[in-house]
T-cell receptor
Framework: NAGVTQTPKFRVLKTGQSMTLLCAQD?????MYWYRQDPGMGLRLIHYSVGEGTTAKGEVPDGYNVSRLKKQNFLLGLESAAPSQTSVYFC?????????????????FGPGTRLLVL | AQSVSQHNHHVILSEAASLELGCNYS??????LFWYVQYPGQHLQLLLKYFSGDPLVKGIKGFEAEFIKSKFSFNLRKPSVQWSDTAEYFCAGGHTGKLIFGQGTTLQVKP
């Protein structure tokens, strides 16, 4: 299994350009997430999806859109890139289990995409 | 509001020293807790996790963490660090999907 993969690994954009980041997982996980990592701020959730065809906003959704047309893919779009979106973007996927009615979920992360917006 | 905070932002240790990284969470109700490690230039890897039961959790590479409910803490420990433990460490907490991460602690181990 490849686990969680992300494309591209690195990208430079000019302000106002658009791009799409692709996340793919081969673990048949229901849930997928997009985070951004900035120095001193840990990871912050941008958008997430609890299943094919469903998406929801996270902590910092402004300036981003997402789509989950297939269970294994989760796309993150930047319609008009801004320098404030310079960051490292991580995708994660997970599944949940309920042993004895207790909720348990573990997220597995991709290698990241480093984005520089000039 | 739900939050996760890590006390130490940058820790420098010599090899063989003991490690303890602090993590406090603020959550109402049940919470799943995690420690992730990010080696330089790499993605986040799961070190260990706590869902319920025994509050002392053992993870990979000799790491362990103790869940202390009364203190809202989930500190990470390792008895003897190695140079290869140099990395950034993230505590995270969540329930029903969304994880909240601490700010991260950079650990530098000097040979």
């Amino acid at each position: 299994n490849a686990g969680v993969t992300q494309t591209p690994k690195f990208r430079v954009l000019k302000t106002g350009q658009s791009m799409t980041l692709l996340c793919a997982q081969d673990m048949n996980h229901e849930y997928m997430y997009w985070y951004r990592q900035d120095p001193g701020m840990g990871l912050r959730l941008i958008h997430y999806s609890v299943g094919e065809g469903t998406t929801a906003k996270g902590e910092v959704p402004d300036g981003y859109n997402v789509s989950r047309l297939k269970k294994q893919n989760f796309l993150l779009g930047l319609e008009s890139a801004a320098p404030s979106q310079t960051s490292v973007y991580f995708c994660a996927s997970s599944y949940s289990v309920y042993p004895a009615g207790e909720y348990q979920e573990t997220q597995y992360f991709g290698p990241g995409t480093r984005l520089l917006v000039l | 509001a739900q939050s996760v905070s890590q006390h130490n932002h940058h820790v420098i240790l010599s090899e063989a020293a003991s490690l303890e990284l602090g993590c406090n969470y603020s959550y109402g109700g049940t919470v799943n807790l995690f420690w992730y490690v990010q080696y330089p230039g790499q993605h986040l890897q799961l070190l260990l996790k706590y869902f319920s039961g025994d509050p002392l959790v053992k993870g990979i590479k000799g790491f362990e963490a103790e869940f202390i409910k009364s203190k809202f803490s989930f500190n990470l420990r390792k008895p003897s660090v190695q140079w290869s433990d140099t990395a950034e460490y993230f505590c995270a907490g969540g329930h029903t999907g969304k994880l909240i991460f601490g700010q991260g602690t950079t650990l530098q181990v000097k040979p």
